[in-house]
């Protein structure tokens, strides 16, 4: 009989099982890869952005969902508490743009074995490459029964399997079950972190090219759900880059609620876009359109924005009318991105939605209607944006459970 069986070994699991055997429980971590930590070791482009050190207010602005949810939590276990027992585990960590916090060797590998050594340290026995198929109530605790044969007995079990965003780290929904077959609800799972789809095919001809220093805005009605600066990608799906994987974690249901537009020229206001146009149309009186416009864009995107302007893009500049050139400077502020949808959920860097946090006590990370079953990381339905505050997510609820 164990104090307390641990399924899933990733950034939640880990943390849940070092503290439960800090505090004197016999713990079992149950782990159906053959490494722990396998998602970790791909965050960061594989130098592994643990945490970001944006202070508490800031973090909860960071969580598109249920960010109160978090708040005991968090405050149980912090970003300072993260770089703390990593340093003590002998992996120093150090603060990049952003406040993303990265383990000074840049080699996520350091920081799942600084985490593995600090559980067998603390006397965690691992089980790698076991499959657990149910998790069910029994006399004292609970029976863990294994897809290989055999039933394990724990007084308490934690639940750290991830979500099913990049199912070949072992994040295959394996949780959802064990909180269905316990009574507890699970919420609607969807791609978050992920590139968007388009329906139109001009941005195919325009796949691999990055626009940097650029806004994006998108509005449900006339609120402005998101509106942010940075880097885009178009691809043959869509697009993608930073700004628009994080539009993802922000987007509603319905991607036919949202109205999504490019500011090619966030630094300049309408006016000053058309004042400029003329400077160049006059410069250039002789030039076609598509020429002049590479002094505002790639030369890449110059045809196919003037295209979509429905302006030809060999017309000369001196043979563009006045209403023309005005919708191009409107285009420049504000062109349409028609947004449809998300890839598949498989190429989410998270999963939105899992279990219901109503059916969870905040503080613990303990089912409500079982007790003694928690709950922790990426299979709850809290999901937050990049730089590294997924991980504290993690780290934070993991913390909760195994402390509980």
Same mark, same amino acid.
């Given at each position: 009989?164990?104090?307390?069986?641990?399924?899933?070994?990733?950034?939640?699991?880990?943390?849940?099982?070092?503290?439960?055997?800090?505090?004197? =429980?016999?713990?079992?971590? +149950?782990? %159906?890869?053959?490494?722990?930590?396998?998602?970790?070791?791909? !965050?960061?482009?594989?130098?592994?952005?643990?945490?970001?050190?944006?202070?508490?207010?800031?973090?909860?602005?960071?969580?598109?969902?249920?960010?109160?949810?978090?708040?005991?939590?968090?405050? &149980?276990? !912090?970003?300072?508490?993260?770089?703390?027992?990593?340093?003590? /585990?002998?992996? #120093?960590?150090?603060?990049?743009?952003?406040?993303?916090?990265?383990? $000074?060797?840049? =080699?996520?590998?350091?920081?799942?074995?600084?985490?593995? @050594?600090?559980?067998?340290?603390?006397?965690?026995?691992?089980?790698?490459?076991?499959?657990?198929?149910?998790?069910? &109530?029994?006399?004292?605790?609970?029976?863990?029964?294994?897809?290989?044969?055999?039933? /394990? @007995?724990?007084?308490?079990?934690?639940?750290?399997?991830?979500?099913?965003?990049?199912?070949?780290?072992?994040?295959?929904?394996?949780?959802?079950?064990?909180?269905? $077959?316990?009574?507890?609800?699970?919420?609607?799972?969807?791609?978050? *972190?992920?590139?968007?789809?388009?329906?139109?095919?001009?941005?195919?001809? /325009?796949?691999?090219?990055? *626009? =940097?220093?650029?806004?994006?805005?998108?509005?449900?009605?006339?609120?402005? +759900?998101?509106?942010?600066?940075?880097?885009?990608?178009?691809?043959?799906?869509?697009?993608?880059?930073?700004?628009?994987? $994080?539009?993802?974690?922000?987007?509603? $249901?319905?991607?036919? &609620?949202?109205?999504?537009?490019?500011?090619? %020229? #966030?630094?300049?206001?309408?006016?000053?876009?058309?004042?400029?146009?003329?400077?160049?149309?006059?410069?250039?009186? @002789?030039?076609?359109?598509?020429?002049?416009?590479?002094?505002?864009? #790639?030369?890449?995107?110059?045809?196919?924005?003037?295209?979509?302007?429905?302006?030809?893009?060999?017309?000369?500049?001196?043979?563009?009318?006045?209403?023309?050139?005005?919708?191009?400077?409107?285009?420049?502020?504000?062109?349409?991105?028609?947004?449809?949808?998300?890839?598949?959920?498989?190429?989410?860097?998270?999963?939105?939605?899992?279990?219901?946090? /109503?059916? +969870?006590?905040?503080?613990?990370?303990?089912? %409500?209607?079982? #007790?003694?079953?928690?709950?922790?990381?990426?299979?709850?339905?809290?999901?937050?944006?990049?730089?590294?505050?997924?991980?504290?997510?993690?780290?934070?609820?993991?913390?909760?459970?195994?402390?509980?």
């Amino acid at each position: 009989m164990y104090d307390v069986i641990i399924i899933g070994a990733g950034a939640a699991g880990m943390m849940a099982a070092g503290t439960a055997a800090q505090n004197g =429980k016999k713990v079992l971590v +149950i782990e %159906k890869m053959e490494k722990a930590g396998r998602k970790i070791r791909i !965050t960061g482009k594989g130098r592994c952005n643990v945490t970001n050190v944006a202070d508490i207010d800031d973090f909860f602005k960071q969580i598109p969902r249920n960010p109160r949810f978090l708040n005991a939590a968090a405050r &149980q276990f !912090t970003h300072e508490d993260v770089t703390g027992l990593l340093e003590m /585990l002998g992996t #120093p960590t150090k603060v990049e743009r952003g406040g993303r916090v990265f383990p $000074e060797s840049d =080699k996520a590998s350091d920081v799942t074995r600084a985490l593995d @050594r600090g559980m067998r340290d603390a006397g965690v026995v691992i089980s790698l490459n076991t499959q657990v198929a149910h998790v069910r &109530q029994a006399e004292g605790g609970f029976d863990v029964e294994l897809t290989q044969g055999g039933t /394990l @007995r724990a007084k308490s079990v934690i639940v750290a399997t991830g979500g099913v965003s990049y199912p070949s780290t072992g994040s295959t929904g394996d949780g959802y079950l064990f909180a269905k $077959e316990n009574g507890l609800n699970v919420t609607k799972l969807s791609a978050s *972190l992920v590139g968007l789809t388009m329906d139109e095919k001009w941005p195919t001809l /325009l796949q691999g090219l990055s *626009l =940097k220093n650029v806004r994006i805005t998108a509005k449900v009605g006339k609120k402005t +759900i998101y509106s942010e600066l940075g880097e885009m990608l178009f691809t043959h799906f869509g697009v993608s880059g930073p700004l628009m994987i $994080e539009l993802s974690s922000h987007a509603p $249901e319905d991607f036919s &609620q949202m109205a999504v537009t490019l500011d090619m %020229k #966030p630094g300049m206001t309408e006016e000053q876009v058309d004042l400029r146009l003329q400077r160049d149309f006059a410069e250039n009186i @002789r030039k076609q359109l598509s020429s002049v416009l590479t002094g505002l864009m #790639p030369a890449r995107m110059a045809p196919v924005f003037a295209k979509l302007c429905g302006v030809d893009a060999d017309t000369p500049v001196n043979q563009v009318t006045r209403e023309q050139r005005l919708a191009i400077g409107r285009a420049l502020k504000a062109l349409p991105l028609h947004v449809v949808g998300t890839r598949p959920i498989e190429e989410a860097i998270v999963t939105r939605g899992g279990v219901d946090v /109503l059916e +969870i006590t905040p503080g613990t990370m303990m089912s %409500k209607k079982t #007790p003694g079953l928690f709950f922790a990381g990426e299979v709850l339905d809290v999901d937050a944006v990049t730089g590294g505050f997924n991980l504290q997510v993690a780290w934070s609820t993991g913390y909760a459970a195994g402390n509980n």
